[in-house]
């Protein structure tokens, strides 16, 4: 089983910049991709940023160029830094990690989410 911890939110004012961690453990060596989502009230859950283990990042519209995703392979700990952040940012960011099952399927562990508001 993995399990992931996110940590890192907070209040920011418009304009700043936040860095969100996110530490994976369990049987890690079985995860080959982990991302950040986000979800506002009222909202649809969105994709921020994955990034896999091989190197490949893919950006949601919502990161808007600001965001950038980075990780470490060998301990499975992603980063989310943001710039920029607006109050559309608003929302719980949610870490994921994607890894093979038995049968080598693709499951899913994720975090409970780290609040960030942007607020002046």
């Known amino acids: 089983q993995v399990q992931v911890v996110e940590s890192g939110g907070g209040l920011v004012q418009p304009g700043g910049s936040l860095r969100l961690s996110c530490e994976a453990s369990g049987n890690i060596s079985r995860i080959f991709a982990m991302g950040w989502y986000r979800q506002a009230p009222e909202k649809a859950r969105d994709m921020v940023a994955v990034?896999?283990?091989?190197?490949?990042?893919t950006y949601g519209d919502s990161a808007k160029g600001r965001f950038t995703i980075s990780g470490d392979n060998a301990d499975k700990t992603v980063y989310l830094q943001m710039h920029n952040l607006t109050p559309e940012d608003t929302a719980r960011y949610l870490c994921?990690?994607?890894?093979?099952?038995?049968?080598?399927?693709?499951?899913?562990?994720w975090g409970q989410g780290t609040l960030v508001t942007v607020s002046s």
């Open positions: 994921n990690a994607r890894y093979y099952g038995a049968k080598g399927n693709a499951v899913d562990a």
């Open positions: 990034l896999t283990t091989t190197g490949s990042t």
